[in-house]
Antibody, heavy 122, light 112 residues
């Protein structure tokens, strides 16, 4: 079945880095744009970043631009989120999410991972 | 800029039909699709409607979505309510004017 499994979360000090991974299965990974969406404790959903199906385009939310980088590895069917210069405000559950559109991305999501918690604290 | 407004809470009885609203109170959907996500306490969101009215496989046809362009609003209708439907529901769209993904604040559905 279609599945996204995140890993890499944890507790990190402010200013440090962390890399999240998302292993995809059950669909043709190379055909779909992939996103990261986060949710701070007790708060709503916030879109973070997208990478196109062919790795030619990336877009970021203003809140993470210049600090976070999204990438993908087709040999491992995995998408990554490199998070640098972390702040307390980045504390959230991070979800890996698949776009609904094949060979494009329309910022509509159909498959969600279970999430991985990132806590930024000294 | 697009802002999506959802009522904080809605309730219904088992077997009843409820409609959750999502209003573009600033801007409009402008041809961008609307999605609806269900989030049970302590769980990840799941998609119940995408591209205005499409159901992912496995989502029962008790869930339906619609758009009213005249009022800049989207609706999620759930019929035959069950206690399993008790969740937080978020609407989401895309603001093409500034390339922002926008989520509504969420509606808590209580099945009494």
């Amino acid at each position: 079945q279609v599945q996204l499994v995140e890993s890499g979360g944890g507790v990190v000090q402010p200013g440090r880095s962390l890399r999240l991974s998302c292993a995809a299965s059950g669909f043709t990974f190379s055909n779909y744009g992939m996103h990261w969406v986060r949710q701070a404790p007790g708060k709503g959903l916030e879109w973070v970043a997208v990478i196109s199906f062919d790795d030619t385009n990336e877009h970021y939310a203003d809140s993470v631009k210049g600090r976070f980088a999204i990438s993908r590895d087709y040999s491992k069917n995995t998408v990554y989120l490199q998070m640098n210069s972390l702040r307390a405000a980045d504390t959230a559950v991070y979800y890996c999410v698949k776009d609904v559109s094949e060979y494009n991305y329309i910022f509509a999501f159909d498959i969600w991972g279970q999430g991985t918690m990132v806590t930024v604290s000294s | 800029n697009l802002l999506l407004t959802q009522p904080p809470s809605v309730s219904g009885s088992p077997g009843a039909t409820v409609t959750l609203s999502c209003t573009a109170s600033s801007g409009s959907f402008a041809g961008n699709s609307v999605q609806w996500y269900q989030q049970r306490p302590g769980s990840a969101p799941t998609t119940v409607i995408y591209e205005d009215n499409q159901r992912p496989s496995g989502v029962p046809n008790r869930f339906s979505g619609s758009i009213d362009s005249s009022s800049n609003s989207a609706s999620l209708t759930i019929s035959g309510l069950t206690t399993e439907d008790e969740s937080l529901y978020y609407c989401q769209s895309f603001d093409g004017s500034n390339s922002f993904v926008v989520f509504g604040g969420g509606t808590k559905l209580t099945v009494l």
